[in-house]
Structure formats: C-alpha cells, structure tokens
C-alpha cells in the first residue's frame, strides 16, 4: 500500500538507502538549492538535511530525483492506477455515483475522498517566518515554497467533487508582503484556480485558499498532473497513493505536514518575483494575486519538501517523464487521430511540443499536403496547458511507422526532409503564450507556428558546410547543428531588420540555402555542442511571428512562406529574461562541502 505520510516514505527510502541523511548545517539560502541541483545531475539520492540553518524543521530535497525512485516510491500502486487509465475509469462518474466505487477493484476503491474531523496536521501553530526560507537562485525576490499543493474549491459548487490541486508557486515574504500576514501566489495561464478566482471575482466574495506542503508524496504529483478541467486531484491523488486522501472540513488536508491557511483577495495584486523558473531564466517581477494569511499549521515531525529548478533537466522533469507514462495512453481519447505528444523538457516543456498523428481524409489517394494533421494540430493548441505551446511540430504516422516522438533528433530530421515551407508554416499571431516565456512583446503574449509535414521524403539534407558558402558582413562561426540545421553567430542583436536583411541577401541557389533550417544565434559553438543546447537556445529565444524569417520569402493569400531555409532569430533580445547564474562565493562554499574531507564528501 502507498504511504500515509511524508515521514513514512522517509523511513522507507533510509530502509532501502535510497535517502543520504545531512546532518550538517546547510543554509537554505543559495547553498541548499546548490547542492540538491547537483546531487540531481548525477542521479544521487534524496536528501534530508537535519540542520537547515534558520528554521527548526527538517527539509527534504531530491525525493524525486530519478525517474527509478519515483517508480519505486508508487511501486504498489502503479499498475493499479495504469489499469484505470487502461479502462477510461472517469473519477467524475465516481464522485456522482459512490456505490460504484465500491465494485471496482484496487486503485479505484481510493478515488473517492474521506471527509474526517480531526487529523495530524492539526497538531501545532506557527508563523510563515518560521517557516524554511528556501532560496534558489541569487536575483529571486525572496524564499519561495517550490513543492506547494494549492487548494481551492469553486465558489459556485463548494465541496471536495469540485476542488483544484495545483502546483503555484508561493513567495513567502520579500516586495511588499506584511510580515507573516501575507504570501504571494502565481499561477499561470489556463490553470484550475483561475477558474475558481474569477468566480469569487464575479460573486464579490474572497476564495478560500489552503497551500498544503508535505504529505504522501502521492498528493504533490496529483498536483502537477495535467487532468481535464473537472476532474479532482485529489481523487488522482488516491488512487496513486492507494489510500483515499483526507481532508478536514473547509479544505485541509489532514495528513499534510504544513498547511497554509488563507483568502485571496478578489482585486488587490502586489509584485511577486523574480523567480528562477523552469525555462532556465528569471521571471520577473509582475503583479499576482496574494494570499491574506489566516493560519499556519503543522503536524509532530513535520518536513519540509522542495526542489529547485532551472535550466532543464531538473527534478521536475522526472514528473514530465512519470506524467507521460501514466497519461500517454490517453491521448487518443483526448485527441481523435493523434498517437502522441512530446513537450520537449530540454526547451523548456511549453515552447516546443513534437506529435504524431493520422491522415485519413482521402485513404484512396496520396497523401500530397497536411490536411487532418491540421486539425489535429488546432485541437492540441486547444487542449489545457496543450494551448501554451509556442511551437508545434506535426508529422502522418503512415510517413514513418517506427518514429519514436521521444526521438527528438531523428523527428526532427524526420520533419526536415518532409517540410514545404511555401505552404507548411501555419502561424497564429497575437495570442496566449506561457507566462514565463519572455520571448514575445509582453507578459503573456506572443505567437505559435505549427510546422506540419507529409509525404515522401523531399531533400537530402547536409551534414557539412559546404566550401562555397559566403555570409553577410556581421556574420560569422558557422556550424552544422544537426543535419540539415545551421547555427551561424550574428552581431549583436538590435532590431527584427537585421534577421530578416540576413535572409534576404540569399536566394535559394546559395550554398546555405541546402540547410532548410538555419539559426541565427549570439554563440554558435554553443548551439553546436549537444542537442540540449540547440533545443534550449533556438525555442526559448524565438518568438514565432517575429523571429521566423526566410529566404526568398513570400505572401499567398495572407500565409506566409519561403522558397528556401527557415531562418529562425535566436539570438538574445533586449527584451528576454535573463538567464540563471550561480553566485560565485556560492560555488566555492558547496566546492568546500564536497571536497575530500569536507561533511559532503562522495554524495556526488
């Protein structure tokens, strides 16, 4: 059976020594985030430090560090809830119908919540300054809670049937925050709170809010878990942690190990951030809701989970890797004709997603042009958080049976040998990105291109630079990224002119034109070095409509296109984020920690 606490897991993992115990002081200011970080990148173990300097609770850090350990961890419950996913079992019918529940074996007996009275988070009080103050990276804006479940419950159909588990991220002091009376709270576009925010908004009233930390670690992957608008987690969360979860009245967890107790105002904002977040780049300081603290709890023994994140691959990319697993199966149900979806951790998840799909329009005839692939195509950009995707590469299973949409080098070779880019760039302009995509003119705005590509293989594509190839003036360091992909250094960047004159001083007779996509970037040995590199580079610097341009490009009945290479700009804007850097005197400090005779020694 699943855990019934965090502390249980604990013991578990130090039973099966898969935990490292730090009984070392470690500051959870920089240091802490430093070290976790590492431990990650060599597939260390989780990691419970005993003396986080600055607060009397525990912390754990790393727990799911590996994709294996994770597994492990749900070791009892994995096939249960596969086989629910297996059998379409739709919680909500559950919910509506509790005597089903009761006929159906293992993992769907637990979906249902258990409403109890009394329960170990209840055990003390305490304050948010209290609380461990973890600290990423040097510019964030303050200590941040980075494993959060946030509670609501919709204000038009209280109850658990209707209640959001999301993963927001919560500023627990700095900017302008009353001291241990308020907490900012960020959430993204097209996230369940939202809904639940503008509700209250509409009925003037403040929305109840409880930020849990802690718990069977059942409870923090439900609240990454991307379900359809409806659907509790926490009935996920059940299923997954093979005990019904328990919530106090008024939306409490009962066996968390901290809880914040709270009300978010209806219009009132303050600045949050910055924040080291997920794309590799600080988010910046904007205006977000805040939560009117009224109650900080937590159980005997608590601890205090949390990652960091950055640049990926980080620990939350073994959530992506998990999430997919379980969901996978699903995605034609969800998407009619489409066989899979790949958001790509290594641009940053939401800028770039890869799928496969069916085309089925015409099965007595050739298939010469996308056609069901774009429909295909407009119903993933509908699709929950599906719609932030900035970039979306679409390929006919029929084309390459064996295409692996995991295989990110081979599809994409796969879609450059196909792509027609007189007619197969389709973009939708002043729209929704994610929020921590700084690459568009503002917060939350940007554009998308789908790239849908079909039929025989149409060019061969290089993989050298052939000699006669002559760059503009400015430009120089070209490299061959992959084949058929070209990373040329450019001067620095001052206007959407200059990449669009590069590609104008070709026609599709020059050398360069053999590369049908071509990059525009401030380093290209960099881009060069590994595909990671190229993928973090060229999607999370580019902004579709603006920074996609072509040689010998054209209009036809408004759609653009171009007879040649796609140039993509990805060069550093003024306007970008700037990237995640280490504090020096930092570095040095957790070198020391690990040295030989240092109390980190051999944990990476």
């Known amino acids: 059976m699943g855990y019934s606490s965090l502390r249980a897991c604990v013991d578990d993992l130090a039973r099966a020594r898969m935990l490292r115990v730090v009984d070392v002081e470690i500051d959870p200011y920089l240091e802490m985030g430093e070290v976790q970080r590492r431990v990650y990148a060599r597939g260390g173990p989780a990691l419970l430090f005993t003396r986080p300097k600055g607060t009397a609770f525990p912390m754990l850090g790393n727990l799911f560090g590996t994709l294996e350990r994770a597994r492990w961890i749900f070791r009892d419950t994995l096939e249960g809830v596969r086989a629910l996913v297996d059998a379409r079992v739709d919680p909500r019918e559950l919910l509506r119908h509790p005597a089903r529940a009761l006929r159906l074996p293992g993992a769907a007996a637990h979906l249902l919540p258990r409403t109890v009275r009394s329960g170990p988070v209840l055990a003390h009080e305490t304050t948010v300054s209290a609380l461990p103050r973890l600290t990423s990276w040097p510019d964030d804006g303050g200590p941040f809670i980075t494993l959060p479940q946030v509670y609501t419950e919709d204000p038009d159909r209280p109850g658990l049937r209707h209640g959001n588990l999301g993963m927001y991220r919560v500023q627990l002091s700095g900017n302008d925050y009353a001291r241990d009376r308020e907490v900012g709270l960020h959430y993204q576009l097209h996230r369940g709170i939202g809904v639940h925010h503008a509700a209250a908004v509409r009925r003037g009233e403040p929305l109840p809010v409880s930020v849990f930390v802690g718990g069977p670690p059942a409870m923090t992957l439900a609240a990454v878990m991307p379900l359809p608008e409806g659907l509790p987690e926490i009935a996920f969360a ?55 603290v009224e109650k900080v709890l937590h159980r005997d023994g608590a601890i205090w989970p949390f990652t960091t994140v950055g640049r990926p691959p980080q620990e939350d990319t073994t959530f992506g890797e998990l999430i997919h697993e379980l969901t996978a199966p699903l995605v034609p149900d969800v998407l009619p004709g489409v066989h899979a979806v790949h958001a790509v951790d290594a641009a940053g998840v939401h800028p770039l997603l890869l799928a496969i799909g069916s085309e089925r329009y015409t099965p007595h005839e050739p298939v010469r042009r996308p056609m069901e692939l774009l429909t295909q195509a407009n119903a993933i950009l509908g699709q929950g958080q599906m719609s932030l995707a900035k970039y979306l590469f679409i390929v006919a299973r029929r084309d390459a049976p064996d295409l692996d949409v995991h295989d990110v080098a081979a599809f994409l070779r796969h879609v ?38 079909v039929g025989d293989k149409r060019r061969e594509l290089p993989t050298a630079i052939a000699g006669d190839l002559r760059l503009p003036d400015g430009f120089s360091e070209p490299r061959v990224v992959l084949p058929g992909v070209l990373a040329v250094r450019g001067p620095r960047f001052s206007s959407p002119e200059g990449a669009e004159a590069f590609a104008a001083s070709f026609s599709a007779r020059d050398a360069i034109a053999r590369f049908p996509l071509v990059l525009l970037v401030d380093d290209s040995d960099l881009v060069a070095r590994s595909l990671d590199d190229f993928l973090w580079v060229t999607f999370t610097r580019s902004d579709p409509a603006v920074d996609v341009h072509g040689i010998e490009s054209s209009y036809a009945h408004k759609a653009w296109g171009c007879r040649a290479s796609i140039v993509v700009d990805a060069r550093t804007k003024p306007h970008h984020a700037p990237p995640l850097e280490m504090d020096a005197q930092v570095i040095r400090r957790v070198d020391a920690l690990a040295a030989p005779g240092g109390p980190l020694h051999g944990l990476y």
């Open 238 to 292: 059940g299923a997954l942690g093979g005990r019904a979860v328990r919530m106090l009245p008024g939306g409490v967890h009962a066996d968390a190990d901290f809880v914040i107790r709270g009300v978010l105002d209806q219009h009132r904002t303050k600045p949050e951030g910055p924040f080291g977040d997920h794309l590799g780049y600080y988010s910046r300081r904007h205006e977000f809701p805040f939560l009117r």
């Open 416 to 453: 450059l040998e196909r792509v027609d880019p007189t007619r197969d760039l389709h973009f939708q302009t002043n729209t929704t990105i994610d929020t921590l995509d700084y690459s568009g003119p503002a917060l939350n705005e940007g554009s998308k291109l789908v790239i849908a590509a």
